[in-house]
């Protein structure tokens, strides 16, 4: 594999094709392996490294310098459709360049047999073993330099100097860049603005802390000091614009002033009633109030690893481009790279409405491949964004981020637009209308295996498999519900296909008065 592997990366890597990196090269399919160009060739091992590390462990590395090239191979293809998603519209920069990422043709980095190798292999050992909580950063207190054991998920973040208002989606979309966060809590305690926020693993979360610890949202103002708090979990009884749990959609709003569950009040001695200085202060998100928002560089951590904590680009990202970037907490995605050929707005309703109500969509009359597709809010757009962003679709990588634009508009009367824009807020085949729907609980990443429901009792096995082989799928697995013969799952040849016959298939009429109900599946046959 070794020789193998060099020859194809001398192939892809050829010093002088830069013409063929022009854009016109079809994207790869999805792979944990990214190949990185451009790369400054003073760079090290660990900066490198340093990119991946925000969105999950890096687990191999191979540099070219003679090529400015690297490949990097992350432990989960979703770490490396995360990373490439994030990277996609905020290219990151190494020693002030810019680097350019995409996928690999190769599915894993087998390097065994390489020259030149130890340097990469010392640098991935260093991090593991911070990752892992092993070794002490040097030059860190020795307190911050590990994880240590039962150390707790949850941040307790004060802002300090708070010049400009600091939302809920701000604070979310600064943490992101060092995993999932799953749920936030504001508040106002002895006149400071506070916030509470849980990762999904305290490794994020230590992360987050080593790397944002006094670093300001704004230039000069709005300070973030950062320790780990005392809870290990936040309970969460409502979303709005103070406390958010990012797992559950199904939380009412409540009236604005959510209570605390006794035990957290005392966790923090405050009253029964957290309450925030900026009720209503989302229209101050800094991708739009403030074009000087490019504060949040992050330092490299003193000592011999080099810079491994996480390049200013992967933190600043959104933040430094006023107007370019989508504006956090907008409920409208720009989907991008769609197969203009057989892409339609009913198409891209249907499978956004998987993860969310999608209320407008606009195909773009001069550019097809390209669309818009409005939710019902911000935590649908998220949602759908997070789940659709790097599947295939009809041959293609879908791509979805965050929009500038605030509404679809409907074209005006006798405007030209070839059926491109449809208002879907009415339609009857909204998944999430009920408040508390069960369907808030079954929301699950695009799988090969689909959940099918509402079947009459005279439709056969054979009438389904053939229904989907009919729609060009590959029909692999098939079982009814034992206890509920109105559901099945069936499992299809591909991720992709099994979308597109969600996409196709989804409330087919069946006879007797029954539509087809599909969605997603977390189980398999």
Request: proline share 7%.
């Amino acid at each position: 594999m070794g020789s193998s592997f060099t020859q194809v990366v001398g192939s892809t890597a050829n010093g002088n094709d830069n013409k063929k990196f022009k854009g016109d090269r079809p994207p790869c399919s999805p792979s944990r392996v990214l190949h990185l160009r451009k790369i400054p060739c003073d760079v090290t091992e660990a900066e490198v490294i340093s990119l991946g590390l925000p969105f999950g462990k890096v687990t191999n590395l191979l540099m070219l310098k003679g090529k400015s090239q690297a490949f990097l191979e992350m432990a989960s293809e979703e770490a490396a459709v995360t990373m490439v998603n994030y990277y996609t519209p905020f290219t990151p920069h190494l020693r002030s360049q810019p680097v350019y990422i995409q996928y690999s043709n190769h599915r894993e980095l087998k390097t065994d047999n390489l020259p030149n190798q130890a340097r990469a292999q010392a640098a991935l050992q260093a991090v593991s073993a911070v990752q892992s909580g092993s070794l002490a950063l040097p030059g860190a207190p020795s307190n911050e330099g590990t994880v240590l054991p039962g150390q707790s998920p949850v941040l307790r973040i004060i802002i300090e100097n708070l010049f400009f208002p600091v939302t809920l989606e701000v604070l979310h979309q600064i943490f992101s860049k060092f995993g999932t966060v799953l749920k936030i809590i504001t508040f106002t305690k002895n006149n400071q603005f506070q916030a509470l926020l849980q990762y999904a693993d305290p490794v994020n979360a230590h992360y987050a802390k080593m790397a944002l610890d006094g670093q300001n949202i704004y230039n000069a103002c709005c300070t973030l000091r950062i320790d780990f708090s005392k809870l290990t979990s936040l309970n969460v009884k409502y979303n709005n614009d103070k406390s958010r749990d990012f797992t559950r959609l199904d939380l009412p709003t409540g009236d604005g002033q959510p209570s605390l569950e006794p035990p957290m009040a005392a966790a923090f001695g405050a009253p029964g009633i957290i309450s925030s200085p900026y009720a209503g202060a989302a229209g101050f998100a800094p991708a739009i109030g403030f074009p000087q928002a490019t504060g949040l560089s992050v330092p490299a951590v003193p000592g011999a690893l080099g810079p491994l904590t996480i390049t200013s680009s992967a933190v600043t990202g959104r933040m430094a481009i006023p107007g370019a970037s989508g504006i956090p907490g907008n409920s409208v995605l720009l989907v991008t790279n769609l197969n203009p050929d057989l892409i339609t707005p009913h198409g891209l309703f249907i499978l956004f409405g998987v993860y969310g109500d999608v209320h407008r969509v606009k195909i773009m009359f001069n550019k097809k491949e390209n669309a818009l597709v409005q939710m019902a809010d911000a935590n649908q757009a998220q949602l759908a964004m997070n789940h659709l962003s790097g599947q295939r679709l009809y041959g293609k990588v879908l791509r979805a981020t965050l929009s500038k634009h605030q509404a679809v508009q409907l074209p005006r009367e006798g405007q030209e637009d070839q059926g491109l824009t449809k208002d879907f807020s009415n339609s009857p085949l909204h998944r999430f209308k009920k408040p508390g729907s069960k369907n808030f609980q079954n929301i699950f990443p695009p799988s090969a295996t689909l959940h099918l429901s509402n079947i009459p009792p005279s439709v056969t096995v054979d009438d389904l498999k053939n229904l989907f082989i009919d729609a060009g799928c590959s029909v692999k697995a098939f079982k009814f519900f034992q206890k509920d013969r109105k559901m099945a799952l069936i499992q299809l040849g591909s991720v992709e296909e099994a979308i597109q016959a969600l996409i196709e298939l989804h409330n087919h009429d069946l006879g007797e008065n029954h539509h087809l109900r599909v969605s997603f599946s977390k189980s398999t046959i």
